[in-house]
């Protein structure tokens, strides 16, 4: 997780000079987002409703960086 972490970081801070700021989200989200929706897809101790909570924000988060024109895998 760290590691990811590290990665999304130098993504988001090297990609902003070449990059418009929405791709550059889009990029970090097209690493993060499946990597958390698999993490809260497997945990058996998240209650249910948790689990919507967390799905509902990589869904808005998906909306506002293609509203924003970045685009997400």
Same mark, same amino acid.
Request: aromatic share 6%; charged share 25%; hydrophobic share 45%.
């Given at each position: 997780?760290?590691?990811?972490?590290?990665?999304?970081?130098?993504?988001?801070?090297?990609?902003?000079?070449?990059?418009?700021?929405?791709?550059?989200? &889009?990029?970090?989200?097209? /690493? %993060? *987002?499946?990597?958390?929706?698999?993490?809260?897809?497997?945990?058996?101790?998240?209650?249910?409703?948790?689990?919507?909570?967390?799905?509902?924000?990589?869904? &808005?988060?998906?909306?506002? /960086? %293609? *509203?924003?024109?970045?685009?997400?895998?």
């Amino acid at each position: 997780m760290k590691r990811l972490l590290v990665v999304c970081c130098a993504l988001a801070l090297s990609g902003c000079s070449s990059l418009s700021n929405a791709q550059a989200e &889009a990029d970090v989200y097209n /690493i %993060v *987002a499946p990597a958390h929706h698999d993490y809260v897809e497997h945990d058996i101790t998240m209650p249910t409703d948790a689990k919507m909570r967390r799905y509902e924000l990589l869904d &808005a988060w998906r909306k506002r /960086i %293609v *509203a924003n024109g970045g685009v997400v895998k």
